[in-house]
Nanobody, 118 residues
Framework: QVQLVESGGGLVQAGGSLRLVCVASGRTFSSYVMGWSRQAPGKEREFVATITWSGGNTNYADSVKGRFTISRDYIKNTLYLQMNSLKPEDTAVYYC???????????WGQGTPVTVSS
């Protein structure tokens, strides 16, 4: 059974940094696309960044380009999101997700909250 467990969220001042961590287990993710999404209060969940597990190809939402970096350690089965220059509008619950590159069931973590104070 696939499990995604996030950690690393918290309260930070604007301009600060946080690193989110997602530990993945339950299968081999070599053909998967891993990513982060977020959901702010009263808003729909939105895409933040993705990375292909095998090749490390990345994709970012325009709102986080140049500030956030997604990476993975395929030996530790761990996904990261380094968030720098945080803004109050980055406040949200951040979710880790995994989906097969060729389509199929998508998996989600339980989320970790990030609050950026002005």
């Amino acid at each position: 059974q696939v499990q995604l467990v996030e950690s690393g969220g918290g309260l930070v001042q604007a301009g600060g940094s946080l690193r989110l961590v997602c530990v993945a287990s339950g299968r081999t993710f070599s053909s998967y696309v891993m990513g982060w999404s977020r959901q702010a209060p009263g808003k729909e969940r939105e895409f933040v960044a993705t990375i292909t597990w095998s090749g490390g190809n990345t994709n970012y939402a325009d709102s986080v380009k140049g500030r956030f970096t997604i990476s993975r350690d395929y030996i530790k089965n761990t996904l990261y999101l380094q968030m720098n220059s945080l803004k109050p509008e980055d406040t949200a619950v951040y979710y880790c997700n995994a989906r097969p590159g060729a389509g199929g069931d998508e998996y989600w973590g339980q989320g970790t909250p990030v609050t950026v104070s002005s």
